[in-house]
Every structure is written in structure tokens, then in C-alpha cells.
């Protein structure tokens, strides 16, 4: 392995791919486990790695540190000089990045982090570094747990450092956000998903936000730049940066199709996952693959609170996946379980159609279109980023989409 990143567990990781956007088609990806971390470092057969979970601290004993590695007691990117090994911390200055790309300061802030590992650290050290008037650490063990978190429920940011809520895991939260009532930012820097429900959270009070996918398109970039010897430079790197992020947030976000029974969505849905290079989910079909029975048949004989469970674990199966056009079904927004599985990953656009047009054969729930519309209408409009009228073409509904996410 020439570059790539190792830790313990990898399946959620972006990395390979930030790393193929910068131009480097030799990243790869290297679980390693605790008992072959030593030799895979005095073997030292790269000329540059990142490092993750568990093993930022780990890395220290068998490097040479730069001053803000040596500060904050964790590595999270090696440069292999001649068979000397050279640590960094590109996590300090990504994470920053990613606070001032969400307007937030710490500025005479009390800040409370999420979790005791090689990431706090960073975080602990860049808050510090900005002026936090008072920095808290919660762990599930320490003085300050999530058994007394109440008595710092006058906080006005919290970060959380912790997996709780990363894929494959995703829909937990450390905690709920509910009882702090001085909160003028969440940070959460997990990336995958990209809206965990701790910000999804935030996010229906009214809070600032900033998720992991904006650290860690900065980090990869300062990384890349020590792999290959690149001289910094902060505002080119700061445009770099912002192109790698809307490369990536285009890649990794899935596009989610909600509306009428009969509305166009799985037929839409295929031709814009052919345009977009992205694999094509449509639930209802899952489900008929999974059961080996028409979803009609499944209503009719079993009734519908059995069929929505079903929806219900396909949906939050396939919606924390990543770079899809889902197809849902009509009737799955009724279960607040499934838009929030869908927020996670999705922009969510709703086809709307006028009820004359939309199929109703075999389709049990269709009976009656017109209560039926009126109890989702709201609903539809609510949850959607962007709503496109379905008329024309295929082709040109597809690009009615496309056109909507756009990036500013």
C-alpha cells in the first residue's frame, strides 16, 4: 500500500474516494486489528497514511511529531521520509474549517464534547485554542457522564466525538437534545451518514448545525498535500476544499422520491439513477424480492400495519446507504421512522401529479385517491427539499430533478 488509510473498522468510511477526487487513484483502504498495528508500522511499507479509530493515539510511540500533533496527543496522518516516520494532525485544522464553514464560534462559549478518544482530544485543543470560556468532556465513565449531563444543560455548543450514531448503526444519539435550552450549535463529526439524528435533532429546534463530511473533505486535503509535498496555501486550499465538499456531498447524497401511489416514481427514479451513476432502490420491489410476494397480495392478505413494518426496516436498510435514487413507496411517509431514515442521506423531492394521471392497478390502497391525497398532501410538502410537477417526458422530468439539485 503506497497511501490509504487504517483503522479497525472501515465500512463507513469516505476516505478512498475524497482521496480519488483530489487525483490519488492508489488510496486504499486497510482494516488492521490491535495486534498488527506495531508490525504494520515498523514494517513501514507506504509513503503516506491516515489514521482513525481506535488507533490516533496508538500511532504516537512510532513517530517524529509536528508541533500540533505533540500538542494534542494524537495522529491522524503519517509521512514516510526515508523510512522515518513523520505524524501530523490535519483533524485540528479540518475541524476548524468545518466550525467557520458553519458560522460557528467559540468565542466565550461553554462547549461540551461527546465522548473521551484521539478526536475530543482535537477538538478539546481547537476549542481551547478559540477562546471557549468553558469546556466540559462527557464520557460514559468520567466526573461528567450521561447520568448527570443535566447539570450542564446551560451549555451552548455540543460536539459530539463519539460512533454513536454512525453507519451501520445509524438512528441512535448519544442523547437528546431536548433540555438544553442555551444551544447555539450541534456538531457532529461523524460524516456517514451525512445527518445523524443527534443533527436531525438539532435541526427541528432550530439549531445551528455542521456535520463530519466538511472536516473530513478539509482534512483530506491538508493530508494530501504532506503525502505529496504540497506547499499550503490557505486561500487556493480553502477553494479546493469547498470543490472536494460539493463533489463529494453530489456523490454520497442519495436522492429520495416521495408522492402518490402511481405517480411516476420507480420509472423516474431508474432513468435518474442511469443519468446520475447511482444505483436504483425501489423499495416496494425490495420488499416483493425479500418476501417473494407481491406487496398487493401482502396488503390485502395481512393487512396494511404489517406490510408498513415491512417498509418500515427496508427503508431504514436502504436509506443509510449511500449514492442511490430511492423509489418509495406512497404511503411511507405516514411513519415518522421513515423520513427520518430517509433525512439521513437523502434530498428528498416530491413528484406531484394530478390524480386523474396516477395508476391505481393493483394497487388496494388507491380505492379512495382522493382522501388519500388530502391526508399526504401536507405531509409530502413538509418533508421535501424541492417539489417538480410531473408532466412531459420522462427525459425532461429527469431534468426538472436535476435542475433542483443543482449546487448553488
Do not use: W
Request: charged share 25%; with cysteine.
Amino acid at each position: 500500500m503506497k497511501y490509504g488509510l487504517i483503522g479497525k473498522t472501515l465500512s463507513h468510511s469516505h476516505s478512498k474516494k475524497l482521496h480519488e477526487f483530489l487525483g490519488n487513484n492508489e488510496y486504499e483502504l486497510k482494516e488492521i486489528p490491535p495486534d498488527g498495528i506495531e508490525s504494520f508500522l515498523r514494517n513501514a511499507a507506504f509513503k503516506g497514511i491516515n489514521v482513525t479509530i481506535p488507533y490516533k493515539e496508538t500511532v504516537m510511540p512510532y513517530c517524529i511529531h509536528d508541533d500540533t500533533a505533540k500538542k494534542i496527543g494524537s495522529v491522524n496522518t503519517i509521512v514516510n521520509k526515508n523510512g522515518k516516520l513523520y505524524g501530523f494532525n490535519t483533524d485540528y485544522a479540518g475541524f476548524l474549517f468545518m466550525a467557520n464553514n458553519a458560522n460557528i464560534s467559540f468565542n466565550n462559549k461553554k462547549v461540551l464534547i461527546l465522548g473521551n478518544g484521539g478526536t475530543c482530544k482535537t477538538v478539546f485543543c481547537a476549542a481551547k485554542d478559540n477562546n471557549a470560556e468553558k469546556i466540559v468532556i462527557v464520557s460514559r465513565n468520567g466526573e461528567n457522564n450521561y447520568e448527570n449531563i443535566s447539570r450542564h444543560a446551560d451549555s451552548d455548543i455540543i460536539i459530539n466525538t463519539t460512533p454513536v450514531g454512525m453507519f451501520p448503526n445509524n438512528g441512535m444519539s448519544p442523547l437528546s437534545l431536548r433540555s438544553f435550552k442555551k444551544l447555539s450549535a450541534v456538531i457532529d463529526v461523524i460524516y456517514n451518514p451525512l445527518r445523524t439524528n443527534l443533527l436531525l435533532e438539532a435541526k427541528e429546534l432550530d439549531i445551528n448545525t455542521a456535520n463530519g463530511l466538511s472536516m473530513l473533505a478539509a482534512q483530506a486535503l491538508y493530508a494530501h498535500n504532506l503525502f505529496f509535498n504540497i506547499k499550503p496555501d490557505e486561500s487556493g486550499d480553502n477553494k479546493k476544499i469547498a470543490e472536494l465538499l460539493s463533489k463529494a456531498e453530489k456523490h454520497f447524497s442519495n436522492i429520495a422520491l416521495v408522492g402518490m401511489p402511481g405517480c411516476g416514481k420507480t420509472t423516474i427514479g431508474k432513468e435518474l439513477a442511469a443519468v446520475l451513476a447511482k444505483d436504483f432502490i425501489d423499495t416496494d420491489l425490495a420488499i416483493e424480492e425479500s418476501t417473494g410476494r407481491k406487496v398487493s397480495d401482502i396488503i390485502t392478505e395481512d393487512g396494511e400495519p404489517f406490510f408498513r413494518d415491512l417498509e418500515k426496516k427496508t427503508l431504514a436498510e436502504e436509506a443509510a446507504k449511500t449514492n442511490r435514487v430511492i423509489a418509495t413507496g406512497g404511503g411511507s411517509v405516514l411513519v415518522k421512522e421513515n423520513i427520518t431514515a430517509l433525512l439521513q442521506n437523502s434530498v428528498i423531492i416530491f413528484l406531484e401529479r394530478e390524480l386523474a394521471s396516477l395508476a391505481v392497478k393493483d394497487r388496494p390502497l388507491s380505492a379512495d385517491l382522493q382522501t388519500m391525497y388530502r391526508q399526504r398532501l401536507p405531509i409530502y410538502k413538509n418533508i421535501c427539499h424541492h417539489k417538480i410537477e410531473v408532466c412531459g417526458s420522462l427525459q425532461e422530468n429527469v431534468q426538472k430533478i436535476i435542475e433542483k439539485i443543482k449546487p448553488n
